[in-house]
């Protein structure tokens, strides 16, 4: 991410609350609608930017998006699971 590139709106964690209901959505659904995930580890408060479409070529298109935040690893302190949480922003 570039300095000064703002990104869109967020909607909530992908927390399968059900209230914008992401944790239904594939990543190819999600890669369809042209939104990408943003990453966030509440430890190290490091920031990443996921492509769904990319996400879908190694992980399969049918995957929900809940399963990849589940299984994601913070590539700056190590953290997993509840310490990391995953919004849909646009593009």
């Known amino acids: 991410m570039s300095p000064g590139r703002r990104l869109g709106h967020s ?3 992908l927390s399968g609350t059900g209230r914008d209901d992401l944790s239904a ?3 190819s659904q999600l890669a369809a609608a042209r939104v990408s995930l943003m990453a ?3 430890r190290c408060k490091h920031r ?3 492509y769904p479409a990319a996400l879908a070529e ?3 298109p049918e995957r929900k998006a809940t399963e990849v935040a589940r299984r994601l690893t913070c590539s700056e302190c190590g953290a997993r699971g509840e310490t990391l949480r995953v919004t849909e922003v646009e593009r």
């Open 11 to 13: 909607s909530p964690p």
């Open 25 to 27: 959505r594939s990543l």
């Open 40 to 42: 966030y580890c509440r």
């Open 48 to 50: 990443a930017l996921l």
């Open 58 to 60: 190694k992980l399969g």
